[in-house]
Nanobody, 124 residues
Framework: QVQLVESGGGLVQGGGSLRLSCAASGRTFSGDFMGWVRQAPGKEREFVAAISWSEGSVYYEDSVKGRFTISRDNAKNTVYLQMNSLKPEDTAVYYC?????????????????WGQGTQVTVSS
């Protein structure tokens, strides 16, 4: 079993930046990708970004391309999400997750292990 602990959320004005961190422990090798998935009030979970543990391949949801950057530190078993030029529509609970199911990496159903989530609120 893998344990995931997110941090770094908060309240920021539109155009601002935040950096989320996700520390993984336990069976971190259980999945090939680490990702970030968000859920806004009243909406379904939405894929944001993912990165592979091995080659560092990255994937982004179209609306965050050019604004968000996912990275990893394998030695620390930690994944980061640098979020710049934040918009009010980025407001959501952001979850760190491990892809350990046979769905496309862009499909939230691919992620079977989740952290507790961290709230990101962007004011206009």
């Amino acid at each position: 079993q893998v344990q995931l602990v997110e941090s770094g959320g908060g309240l920021v004005q539109g155009g601002g930046s935040l950096r989320l961190s996700c520390a993984a422990s336990g069976r971190t090798f259980s999945g090939d990708f680490m990702g970030w998935v968000r859920q806004a009030p009243g909406k379904e979970r939405e894929f944001v970004a993912a990165i592979s543990w091995s080659e560092g391949s990255v994937y982004y949801e179209d609306s965050v391309k050019g604004r968000f950057t996912i990275s990893r530190d394998n030695a620390k078993n930690t994944v980061y999400l640098q979020m710049n030029s934040l918009k009010p529509e980025d407001t959501a609970v952001y979850y760190c997750a491990v892809r350990d199911r046979k769905y496309s990496v862009r499909d939230p159903r691919a992620f079977g292990s989740w952290g507790q989530g961290t709230q990101v609120t962007v004011s206009s």
